[in-house]
């Protein structure tokens, strides 16, 4: 039963908003989903703003502290909760070290779908981020080889991070089918409780 102790606000469309979305699913985690509409310029009110300055989704608002900037809500969900954040100090290191690649190299996927599906970016731009892209892929690719999941036996945050990224490839017009194992691993991700694609995760309405 939702207990609404966590308050999410988010926008299906947005990529980390997603990411969060995901991290609440698969965790279990009772919370309030609140849609922010952005079309409409709601991440600029005053209210919302007094949540978050940067006037960006996702923000999760949780123990009278809200908190912004979606990998920093991971990190924070799975410290919290005990969940997802790694099983020992070491993988817990590791899974920070992947979460910092993934917002860095492999999120040249959502630079690229921003361009194609909300900028109109030039030929130019949109190819030099697809390439960026696909060297970030064929490295997860390589990394997965012989793994189940990014660091150790079990999902964690690195795993929703990127997971949720690459499931946004087709709007980059990037097929994941070129790397084997990291199609593998998003087929063993699926199967895990609470995971499922961005659509049907995040909601498109606010939920009590």
């Known amino acids: 039963m939702n207990d609404k102790s966590l308050n999410f606000y988010g926008h299906f469309l947005s990529v980390p908003s997603?990411?969060?979305?995901?991290m609440l699913s698969m965790a279990g985690i009772p919370h309030a989903y609140h849609h922010v509409d952005l079309m409409a310029g709601a991440q600029k009110e005053?209210?919302?703003q007094a949540l978050n300055h940067f006037a960006q989704v996702p923000v999760i608002v949780h123990a009278e502290k809200a908190i912004c900037q979606s990998d920093v809500i991971l990190a924070y969900l799975a410290e919290q909760f005990g969940k997802l954040g790694g099983g020992s100090e070491e993988e817990r290191l590791r899974v920070r070290e992947w979460l910092c690649?993934?917002?860095?190299?492999?999120?040249?996927i959502t630079r690229a779908r921003g361009q194609i599906?909300?900028?109109?970016?030039?030929?130019a731009v949109v190819e030099q981020l697809q390439n960026g892209a696909r060297d970030a892929l064929g490295v997860l690719d390589a990394h997965l080889e012989g793994r189940k999941f990014i660091i150790g036996e079990g999902p964690t945050i690195a795993d929703v991070a990127c997971f949720t990224v690459i499931a946004h490839a087709d709007d980059a017009d990037i097929d994941i089918s070129d790397w084997s194992a990291i199609t593998v691993w998003q087929a063993r991700m699926l199967a895990q409780g609470g995971c499922a694609a961005p659509g049907d995760v995040m909601a498109k309405?606010?939920?009590a």
């Open 101 to 108: 690649w993934q917002a860095d190299r492999l999120w040249n």
């Open 205 to 207: 309405e606010s939920r």
């Open 117 to 123: 599906k909300f900028q109109n970016g030039a030929p």
């Open 18 to 22: 997603c990411k969060v979305g995901l």
């Open 46 to 48: 005053p209210a919302f």
